[in-house]
């Protein structure tokens, strides 16, 4: 990595971030060795009024700084206070501050990156009939602000992009960091073709189940949403069937890929399907976003029930406190990725190994495969000294 920064770093953390952003500015003191006093992170913050008007304020300059701000749109756990009533931030209100927060840096900074983990308005990005395009506006004001890249992980449509052709856009995916929870947490998991399967839940998802069947060398199967289009209910056309395709899952694993856990009525019919229809042996979950919500009480059911074993989501937004006791749920930690996204733009150099698991991928399951004595084929090892 070439010694030279791009220029002095600085992180800022929008309200709901402090402590994802505490862990960052750790690892970043500790590769650069700085002591425990100094920080990274800017003094920043971004008060409302009672009549639910705001404004931000930034205390140190940002003149020539190379800006990380860092923004959980999604984030209800953050509330404030509105003509005497309590009220939860909404993507629209966090998305409000993240533009006050880069007005206020007023163009002095010398290079502004968003990390926006999960889009604001990321599921409305393509246009049917008379509709707005939310996600491809905020892209476009953004970089009008003066915002040089935006980063952003497991993109609902990652053809988003095209909005801002002629600006940086990086759509990073957590597949490594999502297999490595798999075996931490579930040791006894094997994963090749004779014992495992990844399911897409739908044909939306296809791309991101191919993706790790080509890193896990494994097949995939897919559900197909049969929907009502004449009606509309919260939104969205409600679900009529889930249909399977694909080989026989009797006796093996699966794991259901998704960018996002909503309400989580989808997972949990498709999961049913794939227990008590399809005969899998345990049903686990990757969803980079864990947003749940309706709440817990399906899952907690579907678990006592046996339909679901594990369910993986990232710390990237906002979950709240009390689905850390859940035992069907794991928490997988991308601070320590965002740290070395963060160190390795600061020097201006390519992140394009980052963005590519395969080589750590199948490191790690080299390493699992051996500690459970397994050869290629998934086979235990004999060991003819014996």
């Known amino acids: 990595m070439k010694e030279s920064l791009y220029g002095e770093l600085t992180v800022i953390g929008m309200k709901g971030c402090e402590s994802f952003v505490e862990r960052v500015d750790a690892y970043l003191k500790e590769w650069r060795r700085h002591g425990a006093e100094d920080t990274y992170l800017a003094h920043a913050s971004a008060p409302r009024f009672g009549s639910g008007e705001g404004k931000a304020m930034i205390k140190e300059s940002m003149r020539g700084q190379d800006v990380y701000i860092y923004c959980d749109v999604f984030n209800f756990g953050v509330t404030y206070k509105l003509h005497d009533m309590i009220v939860p931030m909404s993507p629209d209100d966090h998305y409000a501050d993240l533009k006050r927060i880069i007005a206020a840096i007023g163009g002095k900074a010398r290079r502004i990156t968003v990390i926006m983990p999960m889009l604001y308005e990321g599921r409305q990005h393509k246009r049917t009939a008379r509709e707005s395009l939310d996600c491809a506006i905020m892209l476009q004001e953004l970089v009008k602000m003066g915002v040089s890249n935006i980063i952003t992980f497991d993109a609902h449509d990652p053809r988003v992009a095209n909005a801002i052709p002629l600006s940086g856009f990086d759509n990073v995916m957590p597949n490594y960091q999502m297999i490595k929870a798999l075996v931490k947490n579930v040791p006894d998991v094997i994963i090749d073709k004779e014992h495992m399967v990844m399911i897409s839940p739908d044909e939306g998802a296809m791309g991101r189940c191919i993706a790790y069947s080509n890193s896990l060398s494994i097949d995939v199967g897919m559900f197909y949403k049969r929907r009502d289009y004449s009606t509309i209910v919260n939104g969205k056309n409600p679900i009529l069937e889930h249909k399977y395709l694909g080989q026989d899952l009797e006796g093996k694993d699966v794991i259901i890929v998704d960018d996002m856990i909503s309400s989580g009525g989808s997972l949990l019919d498709v999961a049913t ?37 594990k369910i993986f989501t990232t710390n990237l937004v906002y979950r709240k406190p009390e689905i850390m006791d859940k035992p069907w749920y794991v928490e997988v930690n991308m601070a320590k990725y965002v740290s070395y996204i963060i160190d390795t733009l600061n020097h201006d150099t390519t992140i394009s190994n980052l963005l590519d698991p395969n080589t750590r ?6 390493k699992h495969r051996a500690e459970l004595g397994l050869d290629d084929h998934g086979q235990m090892a004999m060991d003819f000294n014996k």
């Open 273 to 309: 399907q794939l227990k008590k229809v399809y005969g899998a042996k345990r049903v686990f979950n990757f969803a980079t976003f864990g947003l749940f919500t309706d709440g817990f009480a399906a899952f907690d059911k579907a678990y006592e029930e046996g339909i679901i074993d």
């Open 361 to 366: 991928i199948a490191a790690l399951l080299e």
